[in-house]
Nanobody, 122 residues
Framework: QVRLAESGGGWVQGGGSLRLSCAASGSFFSLDSMGWYRQAPGKQRELVATIASSGSTNYADSTKGRFTISRDSAKNTVWLQMGSLQPEDTAVYYC????????????????WGQGTQVTVSS
């Protein structure tokens, strides 16, 4: 299977920046899309950004122009550079990856990290 390890969360003042990292490890045939979701207390988990193996990206409207997602497919690593952070960005950020397992390469499964807390003060 796939394990995802996030790092880089923390506390920042409004207008500050943080860079989140996520490294995938384990056994898989291929690693396709990777991305970030977030969940604030009392709210549903929501998309932040995703990036396909082709490099194609997708961002939530609320993060466009402020966040940048990137990846190094050779290292199975994805980053989220977050700038101009606002209090409403406060949430637990989860790394996710879609992968094909060994022996069942026509299928796709999703892996999730344990999350990293991002807190933005006013």
């Amino acid at each position: 299977q796939v394990r995802l390890a996030e790092s880089g969360g923390g506390w920042v003042q409004g207008g500050g920046s943080l860079r989140l990292s996520c490294a995938a490890s384990g056994s898989f045939f291929s690693l396709d899309s990777m991305g970030w979701y977030r969940q604030a207390p009392g709210k549903q988990r929501e998309l932040v950004a995703t990036i396909a193996s082709s490099g194609s990206t997708n961002y939530a409207d609320s993060t466009k122009g402020r966040f940048t997602i990137s990846r190094d497919s050779a290292k199975n690593t994805v980053w989220l550079q977050m700038g101009s952070l606002q209090p409403e960005d406060t949430a637990v950020y989860y790394c996710t990856a879609r992968f094909a397992p060994f022996g069942f390469s026509t299928a796709r499964r999703d892996a999730w990290g344990q999350g990293t807390q991002v807190t933005v003060s006013s």
